[in-house]
């Protein structure tokens, strides 16, 4: 294959593939074939770039006569991936003196000279790289001198480049242009630009290209301006314009100030769609041809010359993740994408947001301003102003809402323990806004009509009020109302294209996704979402209920085996009814209900004065309580007795639990006839044997369930591997599992040396500093933690090629743990209810990428 | 190869291998070989003996006509491994009327007939395997009628036999014989004796072969009787003789009771040597004898018949560990054995014994009472009279000696709580003794003297004095000596046969010893344990030393860095001094110092009273002190803020520490003008950029300090790997590694996910229950921890061939553990000072085994 060529022109045939041409020459020769208006063009290639910046020849001779009839042109970035950024664009090339003229004739003199000086700033800035402290020293003085032209201007600033560079300033549009692309070049090769890009994940080798493209100036006195235009809401993805709109003309040449319009009618101020109701229609024609072509929603990059509409560019649609789901199902609607392609457009992570609370749409609100929707969702709070006093806050269980004027890195922590953030500046893409919609906080930005007096903690609002630190408002990040006081949230709607869009996954995904609950009122709301089962029931949690810990702690205290058994029967009819409802609820679907974890003391209360008055509930001596709680201490509870251990040591627990699951199972399927298919997975193995044992005492009750009620169970007997020797020894566990269930957060935590309650104090520092690469609780380890699950998988399939292989614990709903899970051939995973959305896109996108499909 | 025959005769040049005719059989064929006078013998082989018990035919006819001229056989066992017991043996095998009748011409009727009694008896019970009550009552009733004479008695017997077996008793010897040799090897076949043997490690297939030998009765009138002789100390392994004589003929023939006597002289009782002394010295002789053909320390068993001594067998002396030293070093001496040989026979566990504690041999002692010395060495401590006592004293570290009529299994407890056993009872081979022994606990029993109340908690001694739960007592297990008071004891004298035996341990072993030491104090005593450097200081012991801990309290209660490193810069040149004498004291020996590990918590006083004094010495607010223990208390200390995460998080103690190391090296280098190398440690590791981060800022402490002291330092930086992660990404922590020690007390806690604090309560009915095969944190698992350390050592060689690999921790002290160490390759093992002398031999033998030599 001959190589291709260091430059071609952008039309609608030619070949731009966005490794050797950039992205955006790929896109700008697709609009071209949907007879899109695109200015002439010209891509150099990445690797003509890269010997422009170390001054290798490079075959440019088809820019040759370009500069014909005053034309000008620019040069702009075009990486090979549109996120990894780049040098900004260079306007306006071959304005010269002769050019200056030429324009004047147009659009009179002053404003020639205008463009003209703006052009020399620019140029001396970006191209000839002189000091810009001097430049602007410059500036300010001659604007400062209201008598100067700016003929008399760009005098001045023409000298002060001379001066600087030894030589006249170039009049030979040529070697401006020639100029301009070196200087873009070497700026993508220096160090500042590669560590941005690095930062956006840009790889070490990343390529740019340059277009050279036709400013295409109208010289006329018709419409003219530069504008952005999407048509879909950034929030909720719905049809709608949106943009800005920079009108020329108008404008106070002097400042830079004015023309600004919004896209749409707007009631804050004057719009594209008003002042050229043409110019906009035509837009949006031309954007919905755009989307076709694309095949996605798009922005576009446009501008207006003596009435005309060019398009610059068409990059995707900014979205929130609501909106992205909504674009694609809309995309799908429209015969644009296939269902695979629109679930593989969706980053997992994003769907989070949309299981935001929401304000009651039908309560009265007081309204106090409205900004920029800038993360959906609605949070109440006390306002607080500073990151310290939301850490604060959260520090005593009490919602805040930061805010600030605009939040910086220094703020993360604060963002972090906020229920939602407002900031008086910024838009959709400043850092507040960017950082909530990763969080999933409710965000409004650009709340300019507020005054915020950060050190006196006070905003005032447009009619004067004022509120302090401490008083409670509303934040509604989905509309962009601040709204008083604290409103009763409503949980969020899970109806139109979210169930849509995760209906669908459920036709790609390989994977199963269960859902963690620990009660009947868990389990109905995980049906809710779809899911195939329960992966995981902590029974523990059954016995914080009100009544029955009292139960459990007489279990605990009791003296001789004869009172821990009759403390054990008066527990058993109530996990009996837990179990009876789960299985109800889940009509027939898998529930793995994992046996008693959670070392006994936990069960007990904490401090003397609720000892005391434990003792005196119970009728027990105080002394007993005392010293019982004691005897139980652990130096370090997570490596104690707990999980099987405390079924080896105390066997009567794990018999009534059971018994419990048993004649739950047996009722439930006699009343209903509908199989019922518990899962009982014990915790914390260490060693085979453990297995063998509590597995025989199961055997036992199973016999004496069967018996007594003549019911037949499926039942299922496992093990959640979560110390590293159960991973290592996972083969002869097999032997005797039915299944076996990752239990990866203390799998990490065992693996790691680290306790995740006491790994908060560093974590954030130690992934700063990237000690470790991400925080290992929120996505598996691949390094470690992942060989493990690999032999453990390898080990337990060779012994039990049939042996059913889950995981469950928080990384079920983290989107790379789940790729890593179908990597690992698992049969499901299993999460909380309310990642559970997540973990269905990330299973199937997972399957589709195993299929051979790629993500965006 | 023909098959060997079913039966042999033992002779000086038979063919007698132990796995076809048991050990016994090989035996007694070396001692005829050397011309000792072993009646004559038949040995029947392993697979014949395995036909006898099913009823399978095998060919024994060369015991055809064994039976002339009135010859009384046995049969005796030979299991293929001596340790593995089995069934008693049955004598007088060939005893009839007729036999009884020629018998009664010998020795008169009286006496014929009460053997023949016996020989019923035995043979109902052994062979006829009648029921042992009804027999009793038999027995009972007619001994109790004094008028019956034994010939009465007899008829009695076989009358009662007759009945119970529905057929005469056999008056055919050889139908004796037979059903003698069927009933042995059933009783071989049965469960119970298989579960006894498995008990002492037999395998599945264990073999018994037997023996039929001569009684070698002698007729005369002259001396006879049996016994059981060995010429060395069972405590100390030195000459001298010991043992039992039952001396026949003198005797009360109705009771059985009479004629014991001492093998030697002694002042408690007649002896062989004064009765019989032409028998002893011909006894001394033989055993002389016997210990060359053996090529060990022997005890006969033997039989005196009419004045001639017999040889039945010749076993290995019982030994204590000193005296299994003292054995193998004379033998080495008199040049029996070499070297090699010589140290695969000591099972190093029995060092540990050695190392115990002694009463001052000058100080003027109240000896209480004298009684078998049944375990080396001395101790002080109250009196207790139960196991559940002597826990509760040691859980309030009490010493107390515990003092019991003999123990049983459910005083182990107790035992592993005392500092010292006394019984009233039992042997050198009692429950109390052999505990003792391997617990390594002073031991004294048989003290029949002294009058034991177990109810009423009180001893009285011979003379009247009584003595109380709570009173002081110390025993000399060395002596036998019960000691009135708490005595001073004196540290262990490792002189002598101890030291030349160890110092044979350096010529064989491949690995290298080091000692775990934390202070000056601890290396000076390390040192005299002939160890090849310090494998890991715990610097944080250092702290806890008066003065410093205020230092120490003080840097982590600093409100800001300069505090700190304030209170640092105090700390420093504490930790120099440290550093300065460990360095001088190790004179070139590798030291290497581990970075501070404890969370800082740790630190601080744990009771508010204790607090509040703080806060009063250091004039703090209490309330900062309060805030400051709260903010650092963890859930799980052992997984928390400590290691090398504390030295992230804080670097300026590890700043501190490694400026000291290095200011002390260089300081000691100079003044000596011997290398100093210290290697220094990073703990906890779980990252590679954990140790990056670190050896960049102890890079750059060194280059400060060889600037300011001139002095270049041959310093190594290495990574203790403890946790699961560092074990499986040890090749990339090897990069920046010079060295490796594996820390596998937490490695084993984090592969189990079991803290050791935490699970003593537990472990013991774990291990009982064969749950885990044995204690993780006595020997190393081989099946998970083990795995680990594997891979982590090849993968750390693959990336680095030369570094230098080893172990910490008190597996390092374990000798099946030093064994996997070898098998991994890694190149030392370090362990507390007291256990070095095991790891020593442990490490010799590991490399004797590796290179073909086996153990006893």
């Not at 919609?437 to 930005?445: A, F, H, S």
Request: proline residues 5%.
């Amino acid at each position: 294959m001959a190589p291709l060529p260091d430059i071609v022109e952008i039309t609608a045939g030619a070949h731009l593939p966005a490794e050797h041409y950039g992205a955006r020459s790929g896109t700008l020769g697709r609009l071209l074939k949907a007879e899109l208006p695109v200015p002439q063009g010209f891509a150099i290639s990445v690797d003509a770039v890269r010997r422009l910046a170390t001054g290798a020849p490079a075959d440019l001779s088809l820019l040759d006569g370009i500069f014909t009839s005053g034309r000008l042109w620019s040069v702009r970035r075009a990486p090979q991936e549109r996120s990894w950024g780049g040098p900004r664009a260079v306007l306006n090339l071959g304005m010269t003196d002769a050019a200056c003229a030429t324009l004047a004739k147009h659009m009179g003199e002053e404003a020639a000279f205008d463009q003209y000086c703006r052009f020399i700033r620019a140029y001396a800035l970006k191209v000839a790289r002189l000091d810009e402290d001097d430049l602007e020293e410059l500036v300010e003085a001659e604007y400062t001198n209201r008598n100067r032209s700016h003929a008399e201007l760009a005098r001045a600033l023409l000298n002060f480049c001379e001066d600087a560079l030894d030589e006249p300033f170039p009049q030979d549009p040529m070697v401006q242009l020639r100029n301009a692309l070196r200087a873009t070049a070497r700026m993508w090769a220096g160090t500042t630009a590669r560590l941005l890009r690095e930062a956006r994940g840009a790889p070490a080798d990343a390529g740019l290209a340059l277009i050279v493209q036709d400013m295409a100036l109208g010289m006329g006195k018709g419409e003219t301006g530069v504008g952005l235009a999407q048509f879909s809401s950034v929030v909720t993805g719905l049809p709608g314009a949106h943009g800005r709109y920079q009108r020329d003309g108008q404008k106070d040449a002097a400042s830079g100030r004015g023309g600004e319009h919004y896209l749409g009618r707007d009631r804050r101020g004057p719009s594209l769609e008003e002042t050229a109701p043409l110019v906009f229609r035509t837009l949006q024609e031309l954007a919905a041809r755009a989307r076709v072509c694309e095949r996605d929603e798009v922005a576009l990059q446009f501008s207006v010359q003596d009435g005309v509409l060019w398009v610059l560019d068409a990059m995707l649609a900014e979205r929130s993740g609501r909106a992205a789901v909504e674009i694609v199902v809309r995309l799908v609607k429209d015969g644009i994408l296939d269902r695979a392609e629109a679930l593989m457009r969706v980053a997992p992570g994003t769907l989070t947001e949309m299981l935001h609370r929401q304000v009651d749409p039908k309560a009265p609100l007081e309204v106090l301003t409205t900004a920029i929707a800038a993360a959906p969702g609605a949070a109440s709070g006390r306002l607080v102003f500073s990151a310290a006093a939301a850490q604060a806050a959260a520090a005593q269980e009490e919602d805040c809402i930061l805010v600030r004027h605009e939040t910086s890195p220094e703020d993360i922590r604060g963002m972090h323990s906020a229920k939602g953030i407002l900031t008086e500046r910024g838009g959709i893409t400043s850092h507040a806004a960017v950082i909530a919609r990763g969080l999933g906080l409710p965000c409004i930005v650009g709340a300019a009509d507020i005054h915020l007096d950060e050190r006196r903690r006070i905003i005032t609002l447009p009619d004067g009020t004022r509120l302090k630190e401490g008083d409670e408002i509303t934040l509604d990040g989905t509309t962009g109302e601040v709204i008083a006081g604290c409103q009763a949230l409503s949980e969020p709607d899970l109806s139109g294209s979210f169930n849509v869009f995760l209906d669908w996954t459920d036709e790609f995904r390989t994977m199963g996704v269960r859902a963690n609950v620990d009660t009947p009122a868990d389990a109905r709301l995980a049906r809710t979402f779809g899911i195939d089962g329960i992966g995981l029931c902590r029974t523990e949690h059954m016995f914080f209920e009100p009544g029955r810990l009292t139960a459990m702690r007489e279990m605990i205290l009791a003296e001789d085996e004869r009172e821990r058994a009759a403390a054990l029967d008066r527990l058993l009819p109530m996990q009996r009814a837990d179990f009876e409802e789960l299985f109800s609820i889940m009509a027939g679907q898998p529930v793995c209900i994992r046996l008693l974890d959670p070392p006994l003391h936990e069960f007990l209360p904490q401090t003397t004065a609720e000892r005391h008055a434990l003792a005196e509930a119970m009728d027990l001596p105080l002394a007993r309580v005392l010293a019982r709680a004691e005897d139980m201490a652990e130096y370090n509870p997570m490596l104690g007795m707990r999980g099987v251990r405390l079924g080896l040591t105390v066997p009567g627990i794990y018999d009534m639990q059971t018994r419990a699951i048993f004649e739950a199972a047996s009722a439930v399927q006699e009343r209903s006839g509908t199989r019922v298919s518990p899962e009982i997975m014990i915790p914390l193995v260490s060693a085979n044997r453990e297995v063998q044992i509590v597995k025989s005492r199961i055997e036992r009750v199973s016999a004496e369930v069967r018996t007594s009620t003549g019911q037949h169970l499926d039942y299922r007997v496992g093990v959640m591997v979560e110390t590293p020797r159960a991973a290592l020894k996972a083969g002869f566990i097999a032997h005797h599992s039915e299944f076996l269930s990752f239990g990866t957060n203390d799998l990490t935590q065992m693996t790691y040396g680290l306790s995740r309650d006491d790994a908060g104090k560093f974590m954030r520092d130690y992934v700063k500093a990237g000690v470790y690469s991400e925080d290992p609780f929120h996505s598996i380890d691949r390094a470690a933690v992942g060989e493990l699950l690999r032999l453990a998988v390898e080990r337990a399939q060779a012994v039990k090629p049939a042996i059913d292989l889950g995981l469950c614990g928080e990384h079920g709903g983290d989107p790379d743990s789940v790729a890593l899970c179908q990597e690992l051939g698992l049969h499901y995973v299993s999460c909380s209810p309310y990642r559970t959305p997540v973990a269905r896109l990330a299973a199937a996108q997972a399957a589709l990428a195993r299929a051979g499909q790629s993500a965006i």
